[in-house]
Structure formats: C-alpha cells, structure tokens
C-alpha cells in the first residue's frame, strides 16, 4: 500500500475512532464519574475536529465558510474541556469559580486573533501549541491528587488517574513532536505527510479508549460520605494537624481501640477499605480517624492499612508449607492484584514478594 493511501486510511482511523469513542465515554455505560466524564466526551469530540477537514477533503465534501470558523472556534476549547475533566474526576462535587474565568484568558487571545490573523510562524502553531500549558497543568493536579487520594483510601491503583497521566504524558510528546515536524517543514524542507504523528495520536486514541472503558468511580459513596471524604482529602496535613480534634487522653484511648480492632478484627483483609468504613467499625467519625492515624501513628490512611497488609503478607511468605501462591497471599493479604502487591511490598521493604521468599531459605 503507497504511503499516501495509508495516511489517509490512519486518517479516517483516527477520526472515526474519536468520535466513537467520544460516543462511548458521554453514554457512561459504567455509570461512573458522570460529570467527569461528560467534559472528557466532550473533549475528546472536539480533539476530533482537528482531522475532520481531512476526512471531508477524502469524502470530496465541500465545508463552507461558516462551519469551518466554527470547528476552529471549538477547537479552541479543546484543552479546557480536558482541564475540567480532569477537575472533576478529582472532585465530582466541584463548583465552578470566577477563578476558573482565568482559564479563558489564552482561548479570548486566540479567539481575538482568529478576526484578523497576523502572518507568521508563531501565530501557525497556536492551534495546537496553545494546548500545552492545560496538559501541563492537569499532569500536575493529577499528580497532586494521588497523593491526597492515599488520605481515605487504602488501594488507590483504579482511582489515583494513573491512566490520565499515561495519556496526558503521550499527547505532550506527540505535541511537542508534531511542532518540531512543523518547524522543520518551515525551514528545512516541506514535506506533507504526518503519518509518523498521526499514528501517535491513534496510539493515544486507542488507550485512552482502553482505560477510559476500565474506569472506576473514584468516590463510590452515597452524598453525604463523598462530600466528608472529598473534605478530609482537601485538607492539608500542617493545618489538619493545627486544629486538635481530639484531647491527649481521648487520642491514646483511640488509638488503643484502633489498634486493638486491626489485630482482631483484622479490617485491612477488605480489599475495598477506606476512611468511612474503617471510621463506622471504630465508632469514631472519618475526620477524627484520619487524625487519629496522622497525629497517633505519623502515617496517612493508606500507609498505615497496607503496613498491615505487608505483614500479613510476610507471615503468609514465612511459613514453609504455605498452600498459596504469590496471588493467592497478594489477595488473603487484603490486596486487589499483584501488581498493587509488588509495588506496595517493595516500597515498604525495599524487597519483592519472591525477594523476600527466597531470603527466607
């Protein structure tokens, strides 16, 4: 097959793939992460757009004047969408602010400039260059957000947004990538074909379609327990620590009580454990556990429970007859698969689970 008649079949690919894909995410089939996952169809929609004068060209349709500057007004937008998806799987209970307006500001710019282009090179990659920053911006909130989600849940592997910064990551290389093909038609040679960049934004299209699909409800609580975790998880650990929730005496009563619960009823054996649950079988409230672990134990939630974990895991790892496999004692040990096992094990033994076994013999 020539290199043309493939770049155009990756075209109509990429596209249909988008905006199917984007079809899939509104409808929510899992029912999870609604209002994430209305501006994350969305934009993934709109992303489509940026090959929909491609695929016209191929259909041999004509585009009048008037849709064409709409498509361009949209995909102006494209990266907003992104960032408040992104704010919503992070808190589903957010309310927009008139901080958010600030977000307009690169979008006015370039709405401003669509009236009367300047002739250059700087104003030809704005389209998608002005995507930049968001992505940088969501990475680093979703970056922020694994490490508060560790605050009320113990098993963060589906629920830390580990598969928006794979795809978050991706689109700003091939973007970086895709300017540097720009720049070199510009001042080395001109060239027509983006086979190479296309087939990066498929691989981008088709993993997004893979984990957006595996997606699990981040908070999956009635209201009322989601707006007392979401707060609990807002909160920096220096003020949480300012405000004194419990007296001394009540604190080491707690922390009696909690220990004692953890050696009996053995609650870190539920692979699903989190601040609510833990709180409602010590008779405490979420607020006040979550202080009890940081102030009594120097921890936060999900250290504290998988330190539990880990040395059921070691017992089960120690004895020489064990029935189980390195599976089988991931799972009776309270984790959800090996791979959350492995890497849970190991930053907190800085050994393996099989490290561990063979230094056992």
């Known amino acids: 097959m020539p290199a043309a008649e493939l770049q155009k079949f990756i075209v109509v690919l990429l596209y249909g793939s ?8 509104l409808v929510n089939p899992m029912n999870v992460n609604k209002r994430a996952n209305l501006f994350f169809g969305l934009f993934l929609f709109i992303w489509s757009s940026f090959w929909f004068f491609d ?6 349709l004509e585009i009048g004047h008037v849709l064409t500057q709409i498509v361009y007004f949209l995909q102006i937008f494209t990266p ?49 260059s002005h995507n930049l920053p968001y992505i940088a911006i969501v990475y680093f909130k979703i970056r922020r957000h694994q490490k508060r989600i560790e605050t009320i849940s113990s098993n963060t592997e589906n629920i830390n947004l580990q598969w928006l910064i794979k795809v978050t990551s991706l689109l700003f290389v091939t973007i970086i990538i895709t300017e540097g093909y720009e720049l070199y038609n510009i001042f080395i040679e001109k ?3 983006h086979m190479v960049m296309d087939l990066l934004f498929l691989v981008i299209v088709y993993l997004t379609s893979y984990y957006s699909l595996r997606q699990k409800e981040i908070y999956p609580l009635d209201e009322i327990q989601r707006k007392e975790l979401l707060e609990i998880e807002a909160k920096d650990g220096d003020v949480e620590g300012k405000k004194k929730l419990l007296s001394d005496a009540e604190l080491e009563s707690l922390k009696e009580k909690l220990l004692l619960l953890m050696e009996t009823e053995k609650p870190y054996l539920d692979g699903e454990l989190n601040l609510i649950k833990l709180a409602g079988q010590l008779g405490t409230s979420a607020h ?35 029935r189980f496999s390195l599976l089988g004692i991931a799972y009776e040990s309270g984790f959800n698969s090996k791979t959350s096992f ?20």
């Open 18 to 25: 988008l905006v199917l894909q984007s079809f899939i995410v």
């Open 55 to 60: 695929v016209t060209a191929l259909c041999g």
């Open 80 to 128: 907003l969408f992104l960032y408040f998806s992104v704010v919503f799987f992070i808190n589903p209970n957010y309310v927009f602010k008139k901080a958010d307006l600030a977000c307009l500001i690169l979008p006015v710019i370039y709405i401003v400039l669509m009236f009367d282009p300047p002739q250059g090179i700087l104003y030809s990659m704005i389209p998608i």
């Open 342 to 361: 492995n890497t849970i094990f190991k930053k907190m033994t800085q050994q393996t689970p099989s490290e561990f076994k063979k230094g056992l013999k």
């Open 288 to 322: 006040q556990l979550s202080y009890l672990i940081n102030q009594g134990f120097d921890e936060n939630f999900f250290q504290f429970v998988n330190g539990y974990r880990v040395r059921q895991a070691q017992k089960l790892l120690s004895e020489k007859k064990s």
């Open 191 to 193: 060239r027509h074909e």
